[in-house]
């Protein structure tokens, strides 16, 4: 029988094995799969009238997965793509269980056949030159803290690093001399290095000087020394947004981000001609498909490309030999 396969014992082992041990996957991805697997034992308890330690396998089938998922849109208001990523988990979760447990394979394949939900993907934000400026302008770069928000900020303008990635950079990710370049580790555990344009260059190397600390020491960290959070990066972008918004009206109708800064690296990145499939290995994407949305983005390089186009009601030139044999052999 299905129900003799306890649902702990399997989640514990998912998380443990599968994530930790075999994937090794990152933090947030640990995070992300432990919140829904919260709110899913939750869920499923209150439905069975069952504590979490009690439940089997077979309690949580397709049905129990999918009014769980409305629960989420409807009672927390989750969006689609937040609905999404639970539902991704969840399929992660159960294939595991199916390769684990052959007996469990019919139960598992009807979680796995759920569809995602469809949704409208919105064109990303990004900045353009000019507020770009006026972001960089506004931290006081004649204390401790501005200073090191404006390298964070032309960091993350020039590199598009995750804030993920920005964070855990310590100071011998940093290549300053010839090729000068950052390492940093991406999703999925792959290392890669972002080249420094000499301005970032010349910004990182002042800095280092500034706060004189050791190989393993944070790049960018508090006054204490410590790495600074996601929260905390998110804090500076968008104090410092405030600060530009307050001089630039069209500013204010932006939500600026730090993922707003990495569509803006990649955005500087496509509009100076820079094909594709290197800023996909740039930002880290695992395809380049998902580079594709930056060109949807790009309003001037849809302009340039309605400009090669001639309107309706214009005449279109035809060719005309002008020369007798060249007429002859044009009505071959």
């Not at 204390?143 to 964070?167: A, M, P």
């Not at 290392?191 to 800095?207: I, K, M, V, Y």
């Not at 706060?211 to 790049?219: F, S």
Request: with cysteine.
């Amino acid at each position: 029988m299905i129900a003799t396969y306890p649902f702990a014992a399997y989640v514990q082992r998912f998380f443990t094995e599968r994530l930790l041990t075999q994937m090794q996957a990152s933090p947030n991805t640990i995070a992300s799969y432990r919140d829904t697997f919260r709110l899913l034992l939750k869920y499923a308890a209150a439905e069975t009238k069952l504590p979490p330690t009690d439940l089997h396998v077979a309690h949580i089938d397709a049905d129990i997965v999918g009014r769980f998922l409305t629960f989420c849109e409807d009672e927390r208001g989750n969006s689609a793509r937040s609905r999404n990523t639970r539902l991704a988990a969840i399929r992660s979760f159960f294939k595991y269980v199916a390769g684990s447990e052959p007996h469990l394979l019919h139960h598992c394949q009807k979680v796995l056949a759920m569809p995602s939900k469809r949704h409208e993907k919105r064109v990303v934000d990004f900045l353009n030159r000019g507020e770009m400026e006026l972001l960089l302008k506004a931290p006081d770069q004649s204390t401790w803290f501005g200073w090191r928000d404006w390298v964070l900020l032309l960091t993350l303008l020039q590199t598009g690093l995750r804030v993920s990635e920005l964070i855990s950079l310590r100071i011998g990710d940093v290549e300053l001399g010839t090729g000068a370049h950052l390492r940093c580790m991406g999703k999925g555990r792959k290392e890669r290095a972002t080249p420094l344009r000499a301005d970032s260059r010349e910004a990182l190397r002042a800095w280092l000087a500034q706060i004189g600390a050791e190989p393993n020491d944070p790049l960018f960290a508090t006054i204490r020394g410590k790495p600074l959070s996601r929260d905390a990066v998110e804090r500076i972008v968008r104090k410092h947004a405030a600060t530009a918004a307050s001089e630039n009206a069209t500013f204010r109708l932006k939500r600026v981000t730090p993922h707003v800064l990495r569509h803006t690296a990649a955005m500087q990145l496509l509009q100076s001609g820079v094909d594709r499939t290197i800023i996909a290995l740039w930002l880290g994407h695992e395809s380049i498909e998902t580079t594709q949305v930056y060109i949807h983005a790009d309003i001037e390089l849809k302009e340039r490309a309605m400009a090669l186009t001639k309107p309706v009601d214009q005449k279109t030139g035809r060719y005309r030999p002008g020369d007798e044999l060249l007429s002859f052999l044009e009505a071959l």
